[in-house]
């Protein structure tokens, strides 16, 4: 009884099994089927070799019209050009000169110029991302930028995009700053003067647009362009010196900054190759090194000494210093509305004082290397003013001297002159007016 209980469960398990394999089968078929009909709907659905080319072609065309669209919203920078030079400046610049070669960098104004130039382009074709990243970010010093954009949108929506950019001035603020005028024209005929300043670390820290920023500055800086000096100048030096920085155009630091705009540097320089120069021995890492450290500096003429400066440190060559402009430094007064500077002198070295009678030829004081200085040299002008900050610099005409070995009555000189007085200068004995 027993026995036959157990085999009757086997049987019973043994059918349940078989039910269970069979709905397993069953199911096995089922997903077959389903994933043969999924696979067949996802190769309907997939694009042939034929389809994806043409797909691909289309995304290069949609990118190529994005670059394109891209493109048309960054327009070309206008191009910035140098005021044109008065009559008087094209002839001296015209005028055939031997050995005329690239200026000696001696004094940093053109680094800032650059950046003006460049941020000047941008915020006039409304790149103002790339024009923002030239603000300083740090100082205290902003740009009003918001009031800024919308005045140039505008002036844009108005005018359309410039068609050219004129530079036209400079101006130093002290001794952090220098601030570049310039003035855009457009296709109908109007301009817009902009004013953009620079600090000493490079960065834009004032920006403005207007009709306001052209004439008083602009009046101020070409109006002695035809003038001829009243005073008979010397050179200041003994033996043969180089000009540089002196011929008018952008490309000389001195020229559109109306308080040095004819004023000349003036260094020692010796052949060392054909068609080129060297202004100092050695590897020029020393002050000592360069041929004009330490020669004497002489009165341009007869004067009274209204400023002297001394005690400025010297820089080592290469750097400069840009709170003491002018470094070392003393100041004539020649007569006739007419004041002499001379710059950048060896400190420790000047031997007047103020109120001193100087006559023409008298020892002054070395050359040397301080203020904004990256070499020895002698900055020398002539101003309307002992006061620099306010005074306009005047052409500078030397009488009596040799130019390139060639003897002249009357010269101007322009970058790489070698000039030299045709008469050695001899020393004369000072008038003193303190005990």
Not at 204 to 225: Q, T
């Amino acid at each position: 009884m027993l026995g036959m209980s157990i085999r009757l469960r086997s049987l019973a398990d043994g059918g349940r099994v078989a039910r269970l394999a069979g709905i397993a089968l069953w199911l096995c078929f089922v997903g077959t089927v389903q994933g043969a009909e999924r696979d067949k709907t996802e190769a309907d659905a997939a694009p042939s070799s034929s389809e994806k080319a043409a797909a691909t072609d289309k995304s290069a065309t949609d990118k190529s019209a994005t670059d394109k669209s891209a493109t048309d919203k960054s327009p070309r920078l206008p191009p910035i050009h140098d005021e044109q030079l008065p009559p008087k400046a094209r002839t001296l610049v015209t005028r055939p000169t031997k050995n005329m070669l690239i200026d000696f960098v001696l004094e940093m104004q053109n680094r800032s110029q650059a950046i003006a130039r460049r941020y000047v382009q941008l915020l006039l074709s409304e790149r103002y991302d790339e024009a923002n990243h030239l603000h300083d970010e740090v100082g205290g010093r902003r740009v009003e930028w918001p009031q800024l954009t919308q005045q140039v949108e505008a002036f844009t929506a108005e005018h359309g995009q410039p068609k050219e950019i004129v530079q036209y001035l400079t101006t130093s603020v002290g001794a952090e700053v220098q601030t570049f005028y310039f003035t855009a024209s457009y296709k109908d005929g109007i301009e817009l003067g902009v004013r953009v300043t620079i600090d000493h670390y490079g960065h834009v820290v004032g920006a403005a647009v207007g009709g306001e920023v052209i004439p008083a500055s602009k009046k101020r800086y070409d109006r002695h362009d035809n003038y001829t000096t009243k005073t008979e100048l010397s050179l200041p030096f003994r033996g043969v010196w180089t000009a540089t920085n002196a011929t008018p155009g952008s490309g000389n630091g001195h020229y559109l900054n109306p308080n040095q705009r004819f004023a000349v540097d003036f260094q020692v320089s010796v052949d060392v190759a054909p068609g080129q120069r060297s202004n100092h021995k050695g590897d020029g890492s020393k002050n000592s090194d360069y041929y004009a450290y330490g020669q004497d500096i002489l009165a341009p003429a007869d004067g009274t000494v209204v400023a002297v400066v001394d005690g400025v440190p010297e820089n080592p060559p290469g750097l400069t210093d840009i709170y003491y402009r002018f470094g070392n430094a003393i100041t004539l007064s020649l007569g006739n509305g007419e004041y002499a500077l001379l710059a950048h002198l060896q400190t420790g070295s000047t031997k007047v004082r103020v109120g001193d009678r100087v006559l023409r030829g008298q020892v002054l004081a070395r050359c040397g290397n301080s203020g904004n200085s990256t070499a020895p040299h002698l900055h020398f002008q002539i101003s309307d003013s002992p006061t620099l900050s306010v005074a306009a610099s005047l052409p500078v005409q030397f009488v009596r001297v040799t130019r390139q070995g060639v003897a002249e009555a009357r010269v101007q000189p322009m970058s790489g002159d070698r000039v030299a007085n045709q008469e050695p200068a001899s020393d004369k004995h000072p008038t003193k007016a303190h005990p």
